[in-house]
């Protein structure tokens, strides 16, 4: 139950930045990711899409957004120091289709329900990390929270 709440307001909140973008260039139909990304692809892919998605909504890739998203998906998918160093070389380039949301977020949600505050708490991270926040992004996110606590 906590994890569909989070499921369903976080698609609202990625939708919400990505509708305020300023145009730019299509985004790609699907992210291609490299041969020797696909293992740890399995294992990021569900956090590393909504969180970049977020951070791309207002048409920049900060340096502080992707080192946010970094350290999020090390520490919960236990990322070696190779992987690591792959999976930062590959944030600089990574530009998920907002078609790549629902697909994300349902595997989202089958994890382990003990995930949801620090995604919750890292999706916070990225939206301050280039020092331009929104103010209703920030209480829906509260309001993520608030229910997840009951």
């Known amino acids: 139950m906590a994890l569909g709440v989070l499921v369903g307001h976080f698609e609202q ?11 730019g260039p299509p985004a790609p139909q699907e992210e291609n990711f490299p041969p020797e990304f696909q293992d740890l ?12 998605l977020i951070a791309r909504a207002d048409g920049d890739f900060a340096d502080a957004e992707r080192k946010v998203i970094l350290e999020h998906c090390a520490s919960f998918a236990g990322l070696n120091p190779g ?38 708490d890292t999706a916070e991270q990225v939206i301050r990390a280039d020092g331009r926040t929104d103010p209703a ?10 229910e997840l606590a009951h």
């Open 13 to 23: 909140l990625v939708r919400m930045r990505n509708a305020a973008a300023e145009p």
């Open 41 to 52: 692809r399995e294992r990021v892919a569900h956090h590393l899409i909504p969180l970049a």
């Open 83 to 120: 992987e690591r160093a792959m999976l930062e070389d590959y944030l600089r380039q990574s530009r998920p289709a907002l078609s790549q949301l629902d697909p994300a977020l349902k595997r989202l949600e089958q994890e382990n329900p003990g995930n949801a505050k620090a995604f919750v």
């Open 137 to 146: 992004e920030l209480r829906l996110l509260e309001h993520i929270r608030r």
